[in-house]
């Protein structure tokens, strides 16, 4: 018996199914944890115990650090865009939907989405990283000794700061994404005016796509921030161990952000 | 006693590592805990200060803050000296908007001195030395005027002079504050100075106990063993985890 299990642990298959068998656990334990911290999150709200010299300190790095690349990769995304319908669209006779396409998608899908990978690039992988070193050189425990709540000093002001800031990033973002765009095509397609383009962005512009559009950015940036501040909460042992919180921070959060999106597309749009 | 410690275990991954321990400790009492690298000393400090669970055993501590020094010191990277010292009077609720930035200036000023440090208020953690951190996180960690002090190591890595201002500043505020401490340490003049009774761990146990005086005389084999620094002896390095 001894031997069998020993012939097949060696086997390449077994250990290819534990090593699956583990990620499953650790996936698991992990959407357990994030979970918890949701609702450790509500709990703190409703009480109203909220650092708020933290979170004022949180949103503007957050909008600070996050604007520059989040601006760059909207805009060029616009700029690309715009680059490849603006000619098709002029010689199908359809110059006056430039705008009208343009604005459409920045705000209902790209604006949001662009801004959000951007800002797990950006916010999250450093959130994810500065609490896990925390964690494993026992800062928070240096924190929890001076009785002070690390949930509500580190924790709670983040993922406030990512709630807040998050839909102000995707506006200036999806603002400057339609301008470039409107200068892009102007470049591109022939009789373009700026006329024509914003008088036809005008139309594709509705109220209740911006409010979905910042209600979104509002649940995904709040989304990035409790990921990645959960993973790195939970990280343990040394370098390798905040290594692996940031990856599992940032991969979980593009996964977030896509299901995030779809829902709201299933919601909203259907 | 305002701290009893009875049958505590603890284990870590089907290990052993605190095997059924009691002490007690009076009031503005220092007791040293010794032992070997990995027998359990950090653990005892960090499950008597709430950091970690224990598996079972009876823990009192009367009322009152319980303060640690780090043996990695700990200090919070992204704050300055001023901030990491006066973090707990900034941000703790009961010492919040207490005391005005002046007021919080002078404290800091007063505890950085007393350990030696004047004026690296500015300074952030990773423009010290190791030993000039750890002497921060000892000024951090007594900010509040605590009735339980537990020092990690508080004087290891440090220069003879700057143990000495340490241990003086253990005993001081002991007499000061009569806070009650326990001090882990490797140190055999930390030991002798300071501490009015010494425990040391092995193998998850406690293999003797007494006072700083006897630990010196060794006169069992454990104690020979310790301040002989042998290898040779009842203690095998193997036991402790290390190999
Ligand atoms: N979080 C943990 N998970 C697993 N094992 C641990 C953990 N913390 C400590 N240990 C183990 O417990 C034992 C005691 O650790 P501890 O840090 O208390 O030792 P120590 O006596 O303080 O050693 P040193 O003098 O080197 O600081 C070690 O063998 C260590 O491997
Ligand atoms: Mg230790």
Redesign the pocket.
Known sequence: MEKVRFFLEQTITYKILTLFLSHVKDFLEIFGTISYRFFQVLKYLCTLQINYKQVIEQSSRFAVDSLPITLSIVIMTSVILSMQISPELVKQGGKDFIGLLIALTMVREIGVIMSGFAIISMIGSSQASELATMKVTEQIDAMKSLKVSPFKYLFLPRVIAGVITMPFVVVIASACGIIAGGLTSMAAGKDVTWLCYVTSVWQGLYIRDINIMLFKSACIGGAISLISSSCGYEA?GGAKGVGNATTKAVVLSFVAIVIIDCIFAIAFYI | MPIKVENLTKE??G?K?LNNISFEVATGEILSIV??????????L?ILSGL?EKDSGNITIDEGDIAMVF?YSALFDSLNVFDNISFALQERKEYKHKYTKMQLKEIVAKSLATVGLSGIEDKFPYELSGGMQKRVSLARAIVTKPAFILY??PTAGLDPVASTVIEDYILRLRDETKATSIV?T?QMSTITRCSDKVIM?YDGNIVFRGTPEELCKGETPYTKQFITASTQGPMKIAA???I
Do not use: A, I, M, P
């Open positions: 343990k | 870590f991954n290990r590592v032992g070997f690298s990995g027998s359990g000393k950090s653990t005892v960090k970690l043996q990690d190591e882990v490797h761990l402790s985890g290390l």
